[in-house]
């Protein structure tokens, strides 16, 4: 008995959900491409507004994202999910147009502060809301912001941050623990104008 490609496992494809539409979309129908825009664009719009914090320019690598992977859709080899496929394009178009849009912006900077420390902030961080770290992330620095979007939002770990932004590993951890801090002392901060405003 052969066994089914699509089964997850070492050297196996994952099961794709959408799978016959990307065959059709492999095939060049354009019926099968807007499906698979319409099921994915909102999704690809956050991820690169959440970096940009830029409603036009999400908007222009989002679909600028979706062309580039009807064109190379060849190049999806099933590996992962069509989604996260997807995603890795929005991401890194949404860092090379940050990139272009902040003169000033460097990923390449050289990092000699130690490691992240885990302290009891960062179990602070895991008792907020979700929707005061989306608020508090879209007040950060660019850099900040950036790390914190894929670390918290996105879901990347580490390793994979540091080789989407081409910076070590070390690198990563030591701006998320800065964001990190960052982000705490935002929300801190939102927290005690709130409760002036309400006195």
Known sequence: MSLDKKHTG??????????????????????????????????MYNTSYRILKHQMEAEDVMQEAFLDAFNKIHQYDGSATFGSWLKRIVINKSIDRLRKIK?????????????????????????????????????????????LSLYLLEGYDHQEIAEILGISYNAVRTRYSRARQNLIQTIR???????????
């Open 103 to 147: 003169e000033n912006f460097s990923l390449n900077e050289i990092e000699n502060e130690p490691g992240e420390i885990i302290d009891e902030d960062y179990f602070e961080v895991l008792s907020m809301k979700i929707d005061a770290i989306r608020e508090g992330i879209e007040k950060l620095n660019d850099n900040c912001r950036l790390i």
């Open 189 to 199: 901060q939102s927290r005690f104008s709130n409760s002036l405003n309400l006195n």
């Open 10 to 43: 070492l050297g196996k494809k994952v099961k794709n959900i959408h799978e016959e539409l990307i065959n059709d979309c492999l095939n060049g129908d354009q019926k099968a491409q807007f499906k698979i825009y319409k099921l994915y664009y909102k999704a």
